[in-house]
T-cell receptor
Framework: DAKTTQPTSMDCAEGRAANLPCNHS???????VYWYRQIHSQGPQYIIH???NNETNEMASLIITEDRKSSTLILPHATLRDTAVYYC?????????????FGKGTKLTVNP | SAVISQKPSRDICQRGTSLTIQCQVD?????MFWYRQQPGQSLTLIAT?????????ESGFVIDKFPISRPNLTFSTLTVSNMSPEDSSIYLC???????????FGQGTRLTVV
C-alpha cells in the first residue's frame, strides 16, 4: 500500500493561493490520490481526487506529476475558513474492501 | 452526497462501562466504516461494518472490545466495551457508495472516560 508524506504544518495569507504538497513515491498504477480536510471539531470532508490528470472542482485544484510520485493541492484564494488539517490519501483496496488510511496530514493555518 | 447522523455527539462515561454509538445514514450505502481519533492524532480505522456479516477489524482492534452491528444498509452501531481512560477519543462513522470511492463522515462522538 502506498504511503504518503506531507509537511507537518504550513501557513498562508488570506486571499493568497495555498499549495499543499504530498509525496507518494510508491503509488501503484491503479491507485487514486484523494484529498480530505478536517476542520476543527468536525468530521473529515472530501475535497478532490485524481488518477493521472490534473483535476479542478469548486473547492480546489489537484496537480499530479507525470510520474505520479507526488501531487499538490491548490486552494486558489485561501480564506480563514480553510484553516484545517489536510490529508493526502492514496486509495487502498484489499480484498474488495475499499477503505481510507489517514496519515498525519498538514495543518494549514490561514492568517488574516 | 450522504447525510450522516451520529448519536450521542458526546458522552462522559465511567471506566468499566460500555457505550454504544449509533450511525444513521439518509440513504442506502454499501460500505460503512468506524474510525477512532485520539486527542491530537489522525484518524485510525477500527473496522469495516459489513451488512449481513461480521465486521472486518483492523490490526490492533478486536470484536470483544469494539463489537459492531450492521442490521441494514442505513444503520450501524459501534460499542466501546469495558472502557478505560485510554478509550477517550472521538469516534467517527464514515460511509461510501459504490463506484469511485468518496467517503462521507459523521460529526463524531466525543467520548471521555473517567
Amino acid at each position: 500500500d502506498a504511503k504518503t508524506t506531507q509537511p507537518t504544518s504550513m501557513d498562508c495569507a488570506e486571499g493568497r493561493a495555498a499549495n499543499l504538497p504530498c509525496n507518494h513515491s510508491t503509488i501503484s498504477g491503479n491507485e487514486y490520490v484523494y484529498w480530505y480536510r478536517q476542520i476543527h471539531s468536525q468530521g473529515p470532508q472530501y475535497i478532490i481526487h485524481g488518477l493521472k490528470n490534473n483535476e479542478t472542482n469548486e473547492m480546489a485544484s489537484l496537480i499530479i506529476t507525470e510520474d505520479r510520485k507526488s501531487s499538490t493541492l491548490i486552494l486558489p484564494h485561501a480564506t480563514l475558513r480553510d484553516t484545517a488539517v489536510y490529508y493526502c490519501i492514496v486509495r487502498l483496496s484489499q480484498g474488495g474492501s475499499e477503505k481510507l488510511v489517514f496519515g498525519k496530514g498538514t495543518k494549514l493555518t490561514v492568517n488574516p | 452526497s450522504a447525510v450522516i447522523s451520529q448519536k450521542p455527539s458526546r458522552d462522559i462515561c465511567q471506566r468499566g462501562t460500555s457505550l454504544t454509538i449509533q450511525c444513521q445514514v439518509d440513504s442506502q450505502v454499501t460500505m460503512m466504516f468506524w474510525y477512532r481519533q485520539q486527542p491530537g492524532q489522525s484518524l485510525t480505522l477500527i473496522a469495516t461494518a459489513n451488512q449481513g456479516s461480521e465486521a472486518t477489524y483492523e490490526s490492533g482492534f478486536v470484536i470483544d472490545k469494539f463489537p459492531i452491528s450492521r442490521p441494514n444498509l442505513t444503520f450501524s452501531t459501534l460499542t466501546v466495551s469495558n472502557m478505560s481512560p485510554e478509550d477517550s477519543s472521538i469516534y467517527l462513522c464514515s460511509v461510501a457508495g459504490q463506484g469511485v470511492f468518496k467517503a462521507f463522515f459523521g460529526q463524531g462522538t466525543r467520548l471521555t472516560v473517567v
